[in-house]
């Protein structure tokens, strides 16, 4: 499977932005998207399955972002509403073929995208 991630950019806070990330290859049973900060660790953003449609968010961004899938496009989106600063962050998109992975944990996930730099200002 390969990711190809778009759309990040830099906004100010309370702005939006909306990430894509298409994939080819093999059918994908599940996304997800992680984010890492400057200086630190890859953290779980959201996630949502490829047949089922079922969501998972990290608390911190619940309600203000919303993942999406359009399977005819293969393409899974991140809709980010209400930026803050500490959004700030390189966004990865992430694939797996295996169904039953744990949503939030990147060691579940095979496949990644190249990284996209979200940057948030106040």
């Known amino acids: 499977v390969q990711l190809q991630a778009s759309g990040g950019g830099s906004v100010q806070a309370g702005g939006s932005l909306k990430l894509s990330c298409e994939a080819s290859?093999?059918?994908?049973?599940?996304y997800a998207w992680f984010r890492q900060a400057p200086e630190k660790g890859r953290e779980f953003v959201a996630a949502i399955t490829s047949r089922l449609t079922t969501t998972h968010y990290a608390d911190s961004v619940k309600g203000r972002f919303t993942i999406s899938r359009d399977s005819a496009k293969n393409t899974v989106h991140l809709q980010m509403n209400s930026l803050k600063p500490e959004d700030t962050a390189i966004y990865y998109c992430a694939a797996s073929t295996i169904a039953h992975i744990i949503y939030n944990r990147e060691d579940g996930f095979r496949y990644w995208g190249q990284g996209t730099q979200v940057t948030v200002s106040s």
């Open positions: 290859g093999r059918t994908v049973s599940k």
